[in-house]
């Protein structure tokens, strides 16, 4: 059986559902033709939804190896890798793959534009949201205490699954959906525990969170002078007057446009202003 009729049966697979055959079938394809990009990108997506990060990442950069710097089909490559990272805790890289692939995006006028915006926009909640939680435990002893007995338990709870795993207690796809319960329980004792300081010291202890609405898109900072485009989404005008002048597209639908079909938002604006005058620290978000 030739590379590409494995890598046929694997698509097959995906499009079942099944991929964890899915993933053998790229696999063996690999094995025959390692020089072939495709083969690499689509076990990295299917390695996504299998959530095996290690392994996303690897698929990723060598599927970007393959296609080269100039070749505009490793953006969606690019796509996994941000998303590897992000699985893998590491947010800074992430954000950085993701903002070159995104600046990349729009030179090529690609389809991957509004994917990777998500990616970007993502990437840098994540790092905020670490920053944010340094922040609060140099703020109170306890509360750090409180967090560490959390993520320690955690992390004793995943490494017990990672052992039934391997002696074939359970399956993969069952290791997958036990380690997202335990993370998302840990995340709910977290913000618990959170919410319990924040009350106990009158809001002195509280996370800091921009809201998904004030931000661009494009710049990925608070809007300061946001505009509507006929397809009802908002941008700070600095930054989608430039993405249209170089595009001539709605970054959205991809539905031809000019700067003349933009339209002031005020409501937004005033929601964006009274933000920052309460919340000053967002400046530097």
């Known amino acids: 059986m030739s590379a ?33 990009p495709t083969f690499f990108s689509n076990r990295a997506l299917t390695r996504i939804r299998l959530s095996q990060w290690p392994g996303v990442e690897h698929d990723a950069r060598a599927a970007i ?10 953006l969606k490559s690019c796509s ?16 950085e793959v993701a903002i070159d692939a995104y600046r990349a995006s729009l030179a ?7 994917t990777l915006s998500k990616l970007v926009l993502r990437a840098k909640q994540a790092i905020w949201a670490a920053k944010e939680t340094s922040r609060m435990r140099e703020m109170n002893q ?30 993969h796809i069952g290791l997958v959906e036990d380690e997202k319960e335990l ?3 840990a995340e709910k004792n ?3 525990v959170r919410e319990a300081f924040r009350v106990a010291s009158k809001g002195e202890i509280q996370e800091r969170v921009v809201p998904d609405y004030l931000i661009d898109g494009i710049t990925f900072e608070i809007m300061h002078d946001p505009v509507i485009t006929p397809s009802g989404s908002s941008f700070d005008r600095i930054g989608i007057v430039k993405y249209i002048e170089q595009s001539g597209v709605d970054p959205i639908t991809r539905v031809n446009m000019t700067v003349n079909d933009l339209r002031p938002n005020y409501a937004l ?9 309460k919340n000053g620290w967002a400046v530097d978000w």
């Open 4 to 36: 590409y009729e494995l890598k046929e049966k694997g698509n097959h697979a995906f499009k079942e559902g099944d991929y964890v055959s899915a993933e053998e079938f790229f696999s063996q394809a690999i094995q025959k033709n390692p020089h072939e």
């Open 65 to 74: 190896d393959l296609y080269g710097h100039k070749n505009a089909s490793r």
């Open 80 to 95: 996994y890798l941000a998303q590897a990272l992000l699985g893998l805790q590491q947010p800074q890289e992430a954000y």
């Open 108 to 114: 090529a006028k690609s389809a991957q534009t509004e």
């Open 142 to 171: 306890t509360l750090a205490a409180v967090e560490t007995m959390i993520e320690a338990d955690l992390d004793r709870a995943l490494e017990e699954l990672q052992q039934r795993s391997e002696k074939g207690e359970i399956g």
């Open 183 to 185: 993370r998302a329980d």
């Open 190 to 192: 977290i913000q618990n």
């Open 269 to 277: 604006k005033a929601a964006c202003e009274e933000f920052l005058d």
